[in-house]
């Protein structure tokens, strides 16, 4: 039997709604030659223009520090999307750009002049959004000088400014709170579009869709029916060429204070009243506010960091962390992180949360695994229900974006035996055409028609910085270990014992992948 049945006939009913039409708008983006601009900014821009979601008045005006011209840009450009069409080409050849150093008076006297050009030739209607895509460094210092040239307030009730700000927001609470007032220094909160590009993929927005649009999963969502709740964030990945980026972050900075803080909250939140941005916002913040804050020293006990060494990849033999591009020779950067967390409210006290990321693991996956408690009392023989885990529900969130629900079934035959099977929702399966989106096109788009719901407000900024910061405090200050994990392995042994004290352990998502969609299958032995 097909759990899906019924939906797994892909539908034109089921492709993807088309996104609304953008109001006409100059994009400036601020970081313009970097490799956020070419790897997604610009591929979702294309998508977008292709799709007929871009406005005839929309433009980019480039801004970097890169001696380009115009027409170096637009060349840039067309090699980072092959696949733009003839709208997305059409639109790029009246693309301008400026080059100059961030603080200079000549960048923003230049920009302006663009600026004007653009609602006089182009018809981008007065509306900006300016998108910081350049080092994090910048951010506030490129938001002063937006006010100081009088770039950073509408030029009537008819057109909107807006400025969308990348990640990392901040290194810990001091530095984004720094950086909030700069940033409130130029621009009203209401301006300020905070991106996590996770709020932006389908499959973390249907956490809501999944737990508030049906009735039987919130009943059995808390402390009395859940047992553990496992967030993985794996990547086979390495650092690239990020390495000197990656080496200012590290895994808690780069996925955890952010991505891994985001899904927690979706997942655990109470529901919100209506879908109307600050509504659900608010149950996010609420949660966070739930998370324990620990100690310095719980903040050592509950964590492992550690750093990939040399190993292989798909069989295929990799360097270690320290012998990446611009990575110190002695780095003490972590490459993965696992974290033993709380949450303090009355529905979910008691349930431990594991969390854990890192590069170079043996596989691409990021899922949440809810595992229920145990039955109160087997009925069937210990030894013929050996194979039976206790029910868990998986939010796959890529690749393979789905939902599981493990549960016992009775193998056919004489006896009582029992093992697990697993009930497999797949997006592909059941809607034509769900992509794999990275979420760029969506926030990009949002940002476009002023939806806030998926950006991050300050208050979570700063919250998911205060959960965090102890273990970036801890580990500088004790001089606890960073581990050491094999490239291709599942991270330090370490991070098994974490887990281990709660007489728990890590899923292995390989094994999950392995399960078809769609079906009633086996668990893998
Ligand atoms: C980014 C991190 O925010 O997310 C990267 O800076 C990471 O280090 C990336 O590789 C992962 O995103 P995704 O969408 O591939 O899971």
């Not at 499959?203 to 919130?218: C, P, S, Y």
């Not at 967030?231 to 390495?243: N, P, Y």
């Not at 087997?378 to 939010?395: A, C, E, K, V, Y």
């Not at 014992?497 to 086996?522: A, C, K, M, Q, Y």
Request: glycine letters at 8%; charged letters at 25%; aromatic letters at 8%.
């Amino acid at each position: 039997m097909s759990p899906d049945r019924g939906v797994t006939e892909k539908t034109s009913r089921d492709r993807p709604a088309a996104l609304s039409k953008a109001p006409p708008v100059a994009l400036v983006i601020f970081g313009a030659s970097g490799d956020l601009s070419a790897r997604k900014i610009f591929p979702a821009l294309a998508r977008l223009a292709d799709r007929g979601v871009l406005d005839d008045g929309f433009t980019v005006i480039g801004v970097a520090r890169t001696d380009w011209s115009d027409e170096d840009f637009r060349s840039h450009v067309s090699n980072a999307t092959p696949g733009g069409g003839p709208k997305w080409r059409a639109l790029t050849e009246r693309f301008k750009y400026v080059s100059g150093e961030y603080d200079h008076p000549d960048t923003f006297g230049q920009l302006k002049d663009h600026l004007d050009e653009a609602d006089r030739i182009d018809g981008t209607a007065g509306n900006r959004i300016y998108y910081l895509a350049t080092i994090p460094s910048v951010f506030g210092l490129v938001a002063g000088a937006l006010k100081e040239h009088g770039c950073n307030e509408a030029k009537d009730e008819d057109s909107f400014v807006r400025v969308v700000v990348e990640k990392p927001y901040g290194r810990d609470l001091p530095s984004a709170l720094e950086l909030d007032v700069q940033m409130h220094a130029a621009f009203d909160e209401r301006q300020i579009f905070r991106i996590d590009h996770y709020m932006g993929k389908e499959t973390v927005q249907n956490l809501l869709a999944l737990r508030f649009a049906n009735a039987i999963f919130e009943p059995v969502f808390n402390r009395r029916y859940v047992d553990q709740i496992q967030v993985t964030v794996a990547e086979s990945l390495g650092v690239e060429h990020r390495g000197g980026f990656y080496e200012t972050a590290g895994a808690l900075r780069d996925i955890v204070q952010n991505h891994v803080m985001q899904v927690l909250a979706l997942t655990l939140m109470e529901s919100p009243t209506s879908t109307d941005a600050d509504r659900i916002r608010d149950e996010k913040v609420k949660l966070l506010h739930a998370i324990d804050i620990p100690s310095p020293d719980e903040a050592v006990d509950k964590s492992v960091r550690a750093q990939y060494v040399t190993g292989e990849i798909d069989g295929v033999a990799v360097v270690g962390y320290r012998q990446e591009e611009d990575v110190a020779a002695d780095s003490q950067t972590e490459t993965y992180v696992a974290l033993r967390l709380r949450v303090e409210n009355w529905r979910w006290s008691g349930v431990p949360i594991y969390v854990r990321t890192g590069k170079r693991l043996p596989a691409r996956v990021t899922e949440v695994a809810v595992t229920f408690h145990q039955v109160p009392f087997l009925l069937f023989d210990h030894q013929t229900s050996r194979d039976l885990r206790p029910n868990t529900l998986i939010f796959r969130i890529q690749p393979d974006e789905g939902i599981s629900l493990e549960f016992g079934a009775k193998v056919p035959g004489e006896k009582f035996h029992i093992r697990s099977v697993a009930m497999d929702f797949s997006y592909d399966k059941a809607f034509a055409g769900a992509e794999a989106a990275d979420g760029y096109e969506r926030l990009i788009h949002d940002a476009m028609v002023g939806d806030a719901t998926l950006f991050i407000r300050s208050d979570e900024v700063e919250q998911a910085w205060r959960i965090v910061d102890p273990y970036l405090t801890a580990w500088s200050e004790s001089g606890s270990t960073l581990h050491r994990y094999a490239a291709g392995t599942w991270g330090p042994a370490m991070a098994d014992l974490l887990v281990e004290s709660t007489g728990s352990h890590w899923r292995n998502p390989e094994i999950d992948l392995e399960l078809s969609g769609g079906r009633l299958t086996e668990l893998p032995q």
